[in-house]
C-alpha cells in the first residue's frame, strides 16, 4: 500500500515537473518567436561619440564600431555624413575622411550605418526616379524605379528584416551606370506597406509573393530580364521567389548579399549571441512554426535547391554576427553538385550587409564582372 502511495506521488510529481518544463519551454519559445515574427520600429540608438574635425576627418570616440575598416554611414539626430576608412587612430580618437555631407559638431552623439546613403534616388545620389505603386495581393505597395538605358534587363532590390529599401541605394550607382533600371521595393509589413493578415513576418514564406507582384510589374513596362538583389532576410524572400513563383523563370540573374539561406543556422548563432543554449533553436522554430505556418526546412537551399537555378553572385562577409557566413560557404560548396551556377566572394573581416562598405573595389569588380556576364550589362 504505501508502495502505491510513493509510486502515485511520484508519478504525480513528475508529471507535475513535466508540465512545468513544458510550460517553461513554450514561454521562451514563444518569446523568440516574437522576437522573429514581430515587426517592431527598430529604436534609433546613437551609441558612437563625435569628437570634431581635425584637419578635414572626421573624428570620432574608439569603439568596435568606429574601427570597422572601409566607408559608412555616420547618421545622428538631424544629420548625415559619408565617412571614409580610417584615417588614423591615437589616443582614443579614431580618424576618418569626410567624404560626403556635413561633420557632426564635437560631442554629438552619432549612429555608424552600413547604409551610406539615406533619403530617396534623387536627394541621396541626384538620380533621376518615380514614385511607383506595385499591386500586390495585399493592396499596393510602394517603390522607386531608377530609369537607365537597357529597358530590357531590370533590378529589383529586396531589403532586409527591419532595414528599408534605402539599403539598396549603395549599389543603385553601379547598377545605373551598367544601363539596368532598378526598382526598389517595399513589402508587407514594411512602414506604410498593407501588413500580412496575422501581423507578422513569415521570413519570406509569403513575402515572396510581393516579389512576384513587382517581377510583374517591371514586366507590365516592358521587361524582360529580370536580376533579383536580396540582403539578409531578403535573400531568404529571394530563395522563395525562385522556388516558388510561376515567374521564376524570367529571373536571368541573382545576387544575394549575406542571405538566410538556413534559418536555423541563423537563429543557431542568433542564440549564441545572446547567451541562450542552441537547443532551444528547434522550440523558437516549432513555436514559430505553429504561430505562422512556417516549414523552416524549405529555407535550406543546400537540401532544398529551387528547381530553377539561375547565374548568382553570393557575397558574405567572414565577420557577419547576425547571419552566419558558413551558411553561404556551405551554399557554394554545394552548387556545383546542385547545378547552381553560383560565384561566391567571401570579404574579410565584414560583419553583416557591410562587404560593400569594407572592400568596396572588390564588391564593385564581382558585381560589374557578374553582371556582364550573366545580363550583358555594360562593364
Known sequence: MARRKIIRITATSLLVLLVLVTAALGGVGWYYSGELLEPAEVPRRYPETALGVDDKNVVLAESKLTLQRGTFGVVWPGGTAKVGDIASTRNGRVERPLLEGTAPPEGTKVRMETNVYQGNPKTSLGLVYSDVAIPGELGDMPAWFVPASNPDTWV??????????????????????????????????????????????????????DVEAAIRYAQGQGAKKIVLYGWSMGGAIVGQTLARSGLAASVSGVVLDSPVTNWTQ??????????????????????????????????????????????????????????????SRDLATAANGLGWPLQYVEIPGADHTSGWNVATDTYRTALGDFLTRSVGAKP
Do not use: C, M
Open 156 to 209: 529589383i532590390t529586396v531589403h532586409g528584416r527591419g532595414a528599408s529599401r534605402e539599403e539598396a541605394l549603395r549599389v543603385v550607382p553601379q547598377l545605373h551606370g551598367a544601363g539596368l533600371p532598378v526598382l526598389l521595393i517595399t513589402y508587407r509589413n514594411d512602414p506604410g506597406v498593407p501588413k500580412s493578415p496575422d501581423g507578422l513576418y513569415h521570413l519570406g514564406d509569403t513575402e515572396w509573393h
Open 266 to 327: 541563423t537563429l543557431n548563432l542568433q542564440a549564441e549571441n545572446r547567451g541562450v543554449p542552441t537547443w532551444l533553436t528547434p522550440v523558437a522554430e516549432v513555436v514559430s512554426g505553429w504561430r505562422a505556418d512556417i516549414d523552416f526546412d524549405r529555407f535550406d537551399l543546400v537540401r532544398s535547391p529551387p528547381a530553377l537555378k539561375p547565374p548568382t553572385l553570393l557575397v558574405h562577409g567572414s565577420a557577419d554576427g547576425t547571419v552566419p557566413a558558413q551558411s
